[in-house]
């Protein structure tokens, strides 16, 4: 199936009786389900006893979402996306033949995540500066160098490697898991600041 | 949904994210060749995790960009908050430079970042000259702010049009940022005109680094430009074209008070003339406004070009107090 639809983009469009190009999922998907990332981390966490596992957990439930979408884009991305949640980690429960008695019994995590305000723009971009802060002071310090001279100072790949005194492809590496490691903060990783009444 | 639970469970998300951070890093920072984009076109058509893990971190990329755009005011309607947030940021980023100065024993990183507003009227020009040699010149109708710090140069273009002569310093770049399209010199000289919906760049000598809006599936790789290249860019557009080297340097006529006009239809030349004037030339029908012009004319007097058309077309020229009618 998987094969079937992502084989060729055009085709896809084309062939379903709903046409839904992949580009305008990938552009709903960047809107609406993205900034829902960390909620969904944070249901997943709190549902499946093996942190290990949601990272691949996660990687599977957009990919049935993209099969999805791809037919017909959903009309509420919200519960759309934890009800694939919810029913991926129930045939996960069964799959594995344990029960992990929240999975079952949480349900109503499912609303509380679909629920959760969208807060202002102004806050969100202050949560966003702590959060890449937190983000950055993460990785590790080469890293963080690379990624603060490309960022921040603009400097091209070469420019860099001078600057710090490694080879091209030292800087490739250390740019390619910055970007991986701020990518995953900022998405995935529960906003740290609360507003709470 | 169901269907597809029966597929085999694939654990490789990391694998696949590591992939495409590789193909991100590639192609925001290495020389990104036609090969290398054929070959990661391959790589992201071939399976939809692919996709969704570039997707997704060239977003969160594109994210972490806009961040950094904090570190000056931006819109003038939120300005204390965003003053507040650039504070922050600046404190981190100071942090952040504090220990990659350490790191690399360069000190010199954490001296004072000093910012300014420029503006200039309508007609108006006004020539900046910065502490490096480095020459700005602003154009009529035009908004722009600089930041100097000692890691890097840095000017945001909100409207109008500019001129660049760029004493080039590899340690500290300069950077031109137009909305979310960004010109990075190596070394230059080059023009930057940014209206409502429209980005012209033109580079007259050397060589600069354009990368567009990330958003946008055609500016997505950056692009060299080279002395002679012109960059389009529109809300839909996208073109880079070679011009003549002098047929650019008639577009900086208005550096020396002038316009030059080359088989120009008199309607491109009546926007031309009114983007420097208070009084606007109006032409009243579009067959009129296909006539073709050429000639140099004072960039801040309509009669000069009016009293042109009269003599060489025989047209009517009416001059209504705020505006000058050309009809048949």
Known sequence: ???????????????????????????????????????????????????????????????????????????????????????????????????????????????????????????????????????????????????????IDGLSRSEIAVRMGVAESAVSKYLSTGIRKLVEVFYGEPKTVRRKA | MSDVSERPFLSNASEVDEAASDWLERRNFGSWTEEDRREFDDWFESSLAHRIAFVRLESGWKRTERLTALQSPTRSDSRLSTQDLWLKFFRLTAAVLFVAAVGSGVAFYLAKRTQSTYTTGTGEREVLSLADGSQIELNTETSLRTAVASGGRTVWLDKGEAYFRIKHDAAHPFVVLAGE???????????????????????????????????????????????????????????????????????????????????????????????????????ADSAVGRLKIGGTFPKNNVNAITAAVRELFGLRVEDRGDEIVVSR
């Not at chain 1, 979408?69 to 996306?81: G, M, T, Y």
């Not at chain 1, 934890?82 to 995590?109: K, S, T, Y």
């Not at chain 1, 807060?119 to 890449?132: F, G, N, Q, V």
């Not at chain 2, 050397?206 to 012109?230: C, H, M, W, Y």
Request: glycine fraction near 2%.
């Open chain 2, 181 to 283: 399209r960004r010109l990075t010199d190596i070394g230059t000289e080059f023009t930057v005109r940014r209206d409502s919906e429209r980005l012209k760049v033109a580079v007259l000598a050397g060589n600069v680094r354009f990368e567009g809006d990330n958003s946008r599936r055609d500016e997505q790789k950056p692009a060299i430009l080279k002395s002679g290249d012109t960059i389009v860019a529109t809300a839909t557009s996208f073109s880079i074209s070679r011009e003549p080297l002098k047929q650019l340097a008639n577009e900086l006529g208005w550096r020396r008070g002038v316009l030059i006009f080359n088989q120009t239809p008199l309607s491109e030349a009546a926007d031309e003339i009114n983007r420097y004037n208070r009084k606007k030339l109006v032409i």
């Open chain 1, 1 to 151: 199936m998987i094969e079937r639809l992502d084989s060729d983009r055009e085709k896809a469009a084309r062939t379903s009786e709903a046409a839904v190009t992949a580009l305008e999922v990938d552009v709903w998907f960047v809107r609406e389900i993205l900034p829902l990332e960390s909620a969904l981390m944070e249901y997943l966490q709190h549902n499946w006893r093996n942190r290990s596992d949601i990272y691949d957990f996660r990687q599977e439930i957009y990919i049935r979402l993209y099969e999805t979408a791809l037919k017909k884009i959903p009309d509420r991305p919200k519960q759309f996306l934890f009800a694939i949640a919810r029913n991926f980690l129930i045939n996960r429960v069964r799959h594995e033949q344990i029960v992990p008695i929240e999975a079952v019994a949480d349900l109503e995590a499912l609303e509380v995540a679909a629920d959760a305000p969208t807060a202002d723009r102004a806050l969100l971009a202050r949560d966003e500066l702590r959060h890449l802060q937190a983000a950055l002071d993460r990785l590790s310090p080469r890293c963080r160098e690379a990624v603060v001279l490309a960022r």
